[in-house]
């Protein structure tokens, strides 16, 4: 089953809760519908990666192209109630569409089948596609959002690059004696 968010309005990715215990959503709009599903941070953090890569080789593609426009509003970039989510992304892709110029990211549902009994003598299970149909800019947009998304979360240690939790953390630079 695919969705089509073609155009969507709106999207964004964005965490709730509190720093270290921060979930990830992706969430896209169209003029009739919003479609929210979960994401990893680790998947905000590799799309960011993929995004600046993936606009590197389109420009080398197509050098006519006008840059994009990645200046955001961060009212824009929060996700609207009610944070619903309809599945768990796994796979990501990136695609671009050189006639209609849109980005298309293809969002692919995590499924826990394999290593579940119940459905080793089933069909070939089919999980859902979410294709999130954007301009350039909003995609240039959610590259750039994200990377401060991803800096609000718990700081790092400056000794041993760890995280820091509200409660602070033992070092293992200082041998675990000293939280700081
Ligand atoms: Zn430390």
């Known amino acids: 089953m695919d969705i089509d968010l ?3 309005i709106k999207i964004t990715i964005d965490a709730i809760g509190k720093p270290g215990q921060r979930t990830f959503f992706i969430q896209g709009e169209t003029e009739s519908e919003t479609i929210t599903l979960l ?4 998947q905000v953090q590799s799309l960011v990666v993929a995004l ?3 606009f590197e080789n389109l420009h080398q593609k197509y050098p006519d192209l ?3 426009n990645g200046e955001y509003i961060e009212e824009n970039m929060k996700i609207a109630p009610p944070v619903d989510p309809l599945f768990r992304v796994g796979e ?7 006639d209609i110029d849109k980005v298309c990211l293809v969002t692919k549902e995590i499924l826990f089948t394999q290593d579940d009994p119940n459905f080793q003598n089933s069909s070939f299970q089919e999980g859902r596609t979410v294709n999130f149909w954007c301009t350039r800019d909003q995609i240039s947009q959610l590259a ?7 800096q609000q ?4 240690c400056p000794l041993c690059n760890e995280p820091i939790g509200p409660e602070g953390h033992l070092c293992p630079k200082k041998n675990g004696h000293k939280k700081h």
């Not at 990501?92 to 050189?98: K, M, P």
């Not at 750039?144 to 991803?150: A, M, R």
């Not at 979360?153 to 790092?156: D, N, S, V």
Request: glycine letters at 4%; charged letters at 20%.
């Open 66 to 68: 006008t840059p994009e």
């Open 153 to 156: 979360g718990r700081p790092i």
């Open 6 to 8: 073609n155009p969507c």
């Open 39 to 42: 994401f990893e941070k680790i």
């Open 52 to 54: 600046l890569k993936f």
């Open 144 to 150: 750039n959002w994200c990377v401060i998304l991803l």
């Open 92 to 98: 990501l892709n990136l695609t671009y569409e050189s």
